[in-house]
């Protein structure tokens, strides 16, 4: 933390959520639902708790106020949270509610929600944390937490951002920022039954009024109304100040709100004023959603073990981690791809470069079925599962990821590298995956490749070398 963050308290519901990614790329034969297989199980602080994490990835000292129980889930929670921000309880009735999405890709499919727990009331010690706290974010996700706290929220000195959502109430009177997305924003206004006109949800005019007529009601100094893709709109009540996102950005955008508020929250703590705080709030959430959302936070459930490398899912699994967690830490993730079958000098170099242009290297290898139908059936040379060994032995190597498919479309989606490095023989070629990874803000980076260095030619020239004579061959 530097000495210009102040430290922030969120005070809200955290939640559980798994996510279960797969692939889906057919229909059940007895009910037309999709297939997912090949599916990897992650967990990760959700809610306030989720706004917590993105709060203290920015380097800040965060203390997260929720409710908690004696369920599993609460148990859960607090091994996630451990060692990335404090945590103050309040008693919880019931169990933890948590949510597992079932994903294809980027795109959830079904989503599956356990437990009712509510806040039960406040505790000293969290009265007090709020009293003495420097900046307050309130994320109320309608579980009572802001409830059994909203005296102390509505008397603490400290700028206050709010995060509302449907099931939660409004938010106390005076807070220096609201942020409800349009939806929420929508339903709010609804509830004042202001007689106007006939809405429409997606349009910048239903916006622009909803927030007017919501800082009004609120006694709110500030609206913003979160536009996804669009950015937000910033409203005092009179005049609303659009926002735009710096880029597009595809990708999974659950909890972006969540980074959006805890931008904006952290930025108002610490004095900044409201339209620049929504101006890097904005921003922030841009970044998070083209650098893959909460993924970056997330940990997969199978623990990780010494193994020895495989070419299957649980080597890209680690693959996938380990760039998240780079990710999460602000750092620059580069990833390299080709068949690697006999390892040379090229390719050595080529490697050794891409290491250099971030802060971890993630290798994506074409499996023996995909370098089968690139190179012929006598290829590869070398299986899979040694092809990785010997890359992940490499001091430049951070972790391999192997796909199956032709082209490596699919993992980089997954990865979402910052910089993807292909050899500088590549530059009158054109490179399929590189609108895919410009999507997300990427950036296709050349590197110099030695010349004369292939496998092909040395396989040649070993298939020419006499046989030895005499003597053991290994």
């Not at 659009?242 to 805890?262: E, H, K, S, Y």
Request: glycine residues 10%.
């Amino acid at each position: 933390m530097t000495a210009s963050q102040t430290p922030l308290v969120v005070v809200g519901d955290a939640l559980l959520d798994h996510d279960l990614c797969g692939r889906a790329e057919r229909l059940a034969p007895d009910a037309p639902v999709p297939v997912v297989h090949g599916t990897r199980r992650s967990s990760r602080p959700g809610g306030a708790a989720l706004a917590a994490c993105l709060a203290a990835a920015d380097g800040r000292a965060v203390t997260l106020v929720t409710a908690l129980g004696t369920d599993a889930a609460s148990d859960t929670l607090r091994e996630l949270l451990a060692d990335r921000v404090g945590l103050v309880e309040v008693p919880l009735e019931g169990t933890l509610s948590s949510k597992t999405r079932v994903m294809a890709g980027d795109r959830p499919l079904l989503r599956l929600d356990d437990g009712e727990g509510h806040a039960h009331e406040a505790t000293p010690q969290a009265v007090a944390v709020v009293a003495a706290a420097g900046g307050v974010l309130v994320a109320d996700y309608g579980r009572g937490t802001a409830d059994v706290l909203r005296d102390a929220l509505a008397h603490t000195a400290a700028p206050i951002v709010w995060d509302p959502h449907v099931r939660g109430r409004s938010p106390v009177p005076g807070v220096c920022l609201a942020t409800p997305s349009a939806q929420e924003a929508r339903a709010f206004a609804r509830q004042l039954d202001d007689g106007g006109e006939t809405a429409d949800p997606a349009g910048l005019r239903t916006a622009a009024r909803d927030a007017r007529a919501l800082v009004r009601a609120w006694r709110a100094q500030a609206v913003a109304v979160t536009l996804g893709e669009r950015g937000a709109l910033l409203s005092h009540g009179e005049t609303p100040l659009l926002v735009p996102t710096p880029a597009a950005a595809t990708g999974d955008p659950c909890g972006a709100g969540d980074r959006f508020a805890a931008a904006a929250a952290g930025l108002l703590a610490d004095g900044t004023v409201t339209e620049a705080a929504v101006r890097a709030a904005v921003h922030a959430a841009t970044r998070y959603v083209a650098e893959g959302g909460a993924r970056a936070v997330a940990v997969a459930d199978e623990p990780e073990t010494a193994a020895e490398p495989t070419a299957d899912g649980d080597t890209t699994a680690d693959a996938v981690r380990t760039a998240a967690r780079v990710r999460a830490a602000g750092g620059t993730v580069v990833a390299a791809g080709g068949c690697f079958d006999l390892l040379h000098a090229g390719h050595v170099a080529l490697l050794q470069a891409a290491r250099r242009a971030g802060d971890c290297l993630v290798v994506c290898v074409n499996s023996d079925d995909s370098v089968r139908r690139r190179k012929g059936d006598g290829r590869p040379l070398v299986p899979a599962a040694d092809r990785v060994r010997v890359l992940r032995a490499l001091e430049c190597v951070d972790a391999v990821a192997v796909f199956d498919e032709d082209t490596p479309e699919r993992i980089l989606g997954e990865l979402r590298p910052h910089i993807w490095a292909k050899g500088g023989d590549y530059a009158r070629a054109s490179l399929p995956e590189q609108p895919l990874v410009e999507s997300w803000g990427g950036q296709v980076l050349l590197l110099p490749y030695l010349d004369g260095r292939s496998t092909t030619g040395l396989a040649r020239r070993a298939a020419l070398a006499p046989a030895p004579t005499g003597g053991h061959t290994r």
